[in-house]
């Protein structure tokens, strides 16, 4: 949610604009690859001239920290994005070895994701967590392992983006983005292994959703952690 309201000062309008756009972004209340509004918008909304817009747009751009697009209007940066440009083949991405190196950095992620998920959701985010939740629950049955796993991702990006934590957000969306095929590789082996989706992911979901729901950030930390190591310990077995 990008609040237009704007920082009283005596440097140029164009730079507030900027300071204040920068911070959101850094604050994580602007997610990566967000459209800011229009220029036109933000001028209406702030009581200043186009002008005054385009050139905070430029400052924000100077500072690598949007896009802007000729007719497509301006997109917030995933800073993290440009290093993680490896030259990975798909088929190298059903490594063991990657595969479980994926994993413990998610162990890491979906941990701070969750407790910082419980600390500072939003009324809205708390809302579109409980609809994915109901959503994933409703899909879960019937379901192949790779639209499982995709509704698995979906739910587990919007508590890194409820997080409001820049790092944290920033590399999960660049590690579900880079490495989808990886995780999904765990899956599929621990599939293969038992015949069935691993059976515990359903309850520790349940109790990833109650804990940040409750708001008690230490539960969310621990469960997400748990739920990270057991279905990394389904491929290791």
Do not use: W
């Amino acid at each position: 949610m990008i609040d237009l309201e704007l920082p009283a000062g005596d440097e140029r309008i164009a730079d507030r604009i900027a300071r204040r756009l920068q911070g959101q972004i850094l604050a994580g209340e602007i997610v990566p690859g967000e459209k800011l509004p229009s220029q036109r918008k933000l001028a209406g909304s702030l009581g200043v001239s186009r002008e005054a817009v385009r050139e905070a747009v430029v400052v924000l751009q100077n500072h690598g920290l949007i896009e802007t697009y000729h007719g497509g209007g301006s997109f917030c940066k995933n800073l993290f994005d440009g290093f993680f440009e490896l030259p990975m083949r798909d088929q190298d991405q059903n490594s063991h070895n990657l595969q479980c190196q994926v994993m413990e950095m998610r162990e890491v992620l979906e941990g701070e994701a969750a407790y910082f998920a419980a600390l500072r959701a939003t009324d809205n985010q708390r809302q579109r967590l409980t609809a994915e939740y109901q959503r994933m629950l409703e899909r879960g049955s019937g379901e192949t392992t790779l639209k499982k796993a995709k509704a698995d991702l979906t739910f587990h990006m919007l508590i890194a983006e409820s997080s409001h934590h820049f790092i944290v957000m920033s590399i999960s969306q660049v590690l579900y983005n880079k490495y989808f095929n990886a995780m999904y590789g765990v899956l599929s082996k621990a599939l293969k292994k038992s015949g069935n989706y691993p059976p515990k992911i359903g309850v520790q979901h349940d109790q990833i959703y109650q804990a940040i729901m409750d708001q008690d950030a230490g539960e969310a930390r621990k469960v997400a952690q748990q739920h990270i190591r057991y279905t990394r310990d389904q491929m290791l077995d």
